[in-house]
């Protein structure tokens, strides 16, 4: 783990996505955070140690998705999958594929394994998963607050962690999809899909990964746009935790869902389709949901 310092810095942006608006001031404390992404290693070790299942290895309640048909009610978790050419970019079915036996341990499905991968990052981890592994380490999930604050390395303003351009120099600085989404991956940077953890250069605080390769789990509720920024600088949160539960649902869904944030964008993000490989960018994930491209690491926050 290495120590982020903590500090008041402009959280979210103005410049890009809806969800990351509006920028605003935020304080948060210092802690410790783990400098690379969880690993299929380090899972595996969890569960060796506890016999523990992941959510996606377990058969759904039926209780709590009435309605489903059984061809859904097995044990599954979302892949994606790269069509033949190009597709609807506002279809996502077009990419992401429910493929029954894909897990943590089977990426791809029932005739992938990771045992090639082991200093990947782990995938297809739900939310009661991660906050698992956590409690069995001794450690916690970053909020969102502290995510952002540990992804900008100590700087404020620039475009991506490293800078202000994508490719500096021509050298890729993280793990992101070159060419046209979803169907054509030049692989330019040497991988298409996830990459052993480390492969990039850090960020000025030592971190591994943070852009690209997966996006990562925060223990923050999401909501669809920051609070306003409070005038007065007595009034700037301070280790702000995100939104309430409440606010995390999605009224378009008829089966309510709380959603956590995710961060950091993933090998899939590109150009032409998700513009996320920011420090700022954020997604909600349903906490129910499983896949291929997104992971976490765990903090330690100062004892006090």
């Given at each position: 783990?290495?120590?982020?310092?903590?500090?008041?810095?402009?959280?979210?942006?103005?410049?890009?996505?809806?969800?990351?608006?509006?920028?605003?001031?935020?304080?948060?404390?210092?802690?410790?955070?783990?400098?690379?992404?969880?690993?299929?290693?380090?899972?595996?070790?969890?569960?060796?140690?506890?016999?523990?299942?992941?959510?996606?290895?377990?058969?759904p309640?039926?209780?709590?998705?009435?309605?489903?048909?059984?061809?859904?009610?097995?044990?599954?978790?979302?892949?994606?999958?790269?069509?033949?050419?190009?597709?609807?970019?506002?279809?996502?079915?077009?990419?992401?594929?429910?493929?029954?036996?894909a897990?943590?341990r089977?990426?791809?499905?029932?005739?992938?394994?990771?045992?090639?991968?082991?200093?990947?990052?782990?995938?297809?981890?739900?939310?009661?998963?991660?906050?698992?592994?956590?409690?069995?380490?001794?450690?916690?999930?970053?909020?969102?607050?502290?995510?952002?604050?540990?992804?900008?390395?100590?700087?404020?303003?620039?475009?991506?962690?490293?800078?202000?351009?994508?490719?500096?120099?021509?050298?890729h600085q993280?793990?992101?999809?070159?060419?046209?989404?979803?169907?054509?991956?030049?692989?330019?940077?040497?991988?298409?899909?996830?990459?052993?953890?480390?492969?990039?250069?850090?960020?000025?605080?030592?971190?591994?990964?943070?852009?690209?390769?997966?996006?990562?789990?925060?223990?923050?509720?999401?909501?669809?746009?920051?609070?306003?920024?409070?005038?007065?600088?007595?009034?700037?949160?301070?280790?702000?935790?995100?939104?309430?539960?409440?606010?995390?649902?999605?009224?378009?869904?008829?089966?309510?869902?709380?959603?956590?944030?995710?961060?950091?964008?993933?090998?899939?993000?590109?150009?032409?389709?998700?513009?996320?490989?920011?420090?700022?960018?954020?997604m909600?994930?349903?906490?129910?949901?499983?896949?291929?491209?997104?992971?976490?690491?765990?903090?330690?926050?100062?004892?006090?």
């Amino acid at each position: 783990m290495v120590w982020i310092p903590g500090g008041l810095f402009k959280m979210g942006s103005d410049h890009h996505y809806s969800e990351e608006a509006p920028a605003h001031r935020v304080k948060v404390d210092g802690f410790w955070m783990d400098q690379y992404a969880v690993t299929n290693r380090d899972f595996a070790e969890f569960v060796q140690a506890t016999g523990y299942k992941t959510f996606c290895e377990k058969i759904p309640d039926l209780s709590q998705y009435p309605g489903a048909t059984p061809e859904m009610l097995v044990p599954a978790s979302v892949v994606f999958v790269k069509p033949d050419g190009p597709v609807d970019l506002r279809n996502p079915y077009q990419w992401w594929q429910f493929i029954p036996g894909a897990n943590w341990r089977s990426p791809q499905g029932p005739a992938s394994s990771i045992g090639n991968r082991m200093d990947h990052p782990v995938v297809h981890l739900a939310w009661q998963d991660i906050e698992a592994y956590s409690l069995w380490a001794g450690k916690e999930i970053p909020t969102e607050a502290e995510w952002e604050f540990a992804a900008n390395g100590g700087h404020e303003g620039r475009e991506f962690a490293w800078g202000d351009e994508l490719v500096p120099n021509g050298i890729h600085q993280a793990n992101t999809w070159q060419g046209t989404f979803p169907w054509q991956n030049l692989g330019d940077d040497g991988f298409e899909g996830t990459s052993p953890v480390g492969s990039y250069p850090p960020n000025d605080y030592g971190l591994f990964d943070m852009i690209g390769n997966v996006w990562e789990w925060t223990s923050a509720w999401y909501s669809p746009r920051h609070p306003d920024e409070k005038p007065k600088a007595c009034c700037i949160p301070k280790n702000p935790r995100g939104a309430n539960e409440t606010e995390s649902f999605d009224p378009r869904q008829e089966i309510k869902i709380s959603r956590k944030v995710m961060k950091g964008g993933s090998h899939l993000c590109a150009p032409n389709y998700c513009k996320r490989y920011r420090p700022s960018a954020r997604m909600a994930q349903p906490v129910d949901t499983s896949t291929s491209h997104l992971g976490f690491r765990c903090i330690v926050r100062e004892v006090r």
